[in-house]
């Protein structure tokens, strides 16, 4: 079984609107840690935000937060008033701690498209 | 303050050849994890390190493949007698194993890969 799941291999977003990226995990963990990073075209990875499992709180950073559902095992990325330069690559990933470290997953990425 | 830094930026090489790929992490962080992203495709897992020490090597596609980091800082990936397979952007990224700390991965820019 895939570990992180996108299932949305492509999205369109008007400028100044809101959108959500969907990113399912499957573990039997009970701690982990869900993350989201950007890749635009020139290729560096970006980390934009962290949700713990333990978390109660849905994280949130600037126009980033992550909409954590423990019992759906979702960790959609919902990122308000949409700009330009938002247009990348998003990748959701997960880490879980094993006894050789933290071991991480990413799933197969989001392109995201903003339209002025 | 510095990020990771990945060199070469771009290698082309020949088909047989062997090549090295550096990656030199954020100062204090310990951790340190090789990936391959092959053309519009997600992450692979390669190897990490946590000091010096390789304790998941799982990833590693072939024993064509090696690493080692020396002093806690530097990393050096070796791909001996190159195929054509292994074109793809090679990404290094590091962080803080620590008390309090969410272990957030900071991306280097990658080395682009290819074997001619």
């Known amino acids: 079984a895939q570990k992180i799941t996108q299932t949305q291999p492509g999205m369109f977003v008007q400028e100044k609107e809101a959108v959500t990226l969907d990113c399912t995990y499957d573990t039997s963990d009970q701690s982990y840690g869900l993350f989201w990073y950007k890749q635009p075209s020139s290729g560096e990875m970006i980390f934009l935000i962290y949700q713990g499992s333990y978390d109660e709180q849905n994280a949130t950073e600037g126009r980033y937060s992550l909409n954590f559902q423990k019992a759906r095992k979702s960790a959609n990325l919902v990122i308000s008033a949409s700009q330009l330069g938002d247009s990348a690559m998003y990748f959701c990933?997960?880490?879980?701690?094993?006894?050789?470290?933290?071991?991480?997953?990413f799933g197969t990425g989001t392109s995201l498209t903003v339209i002025p | 303050g510095a990020g990771v830094s990945q060199s070469p930026s771009n290698k082309v090489t020949e088909k047989g050849k062997d090549v090295e790929l550096r990656c030199d992490p954020i100062s204090g962080h310990t951790a340190l994890y090789w990936y391959r992203q092959s053309l519009g495709q997600g992450l692979e897992f390669l190897i990490y390190?946590?000091?010096?020490?390789?304790?998941?090597k799982s990833g590693l596609p072939s024993d064509r493949f090696s690493a080692e980091r020396t002093g806690g800082s530097v990393s050096t990936l070796t791909i001996q007698r190159t195929q054509q397979e292994d074109s793809a952007v090679y990404l290094c990224?590091?962080?803080?194993?620590?008390?309090?700390?969410?272990?957030?991965?900071?991306f280097g820019p990658g080395t682009r890969l290819t074997v001619t």
């Open positions: 990224a590091s962080s803080f194993v620590g008390q309090g700390s969410s272990y957030e991965q900071y």
């Open positions: 990933a997960m880490r879980e701690r094993r006894n050789t470290g933290n071991q991480f997953y």
């Open positions: 390190f946590q000091g010096n020490s390789a304790p998941d």
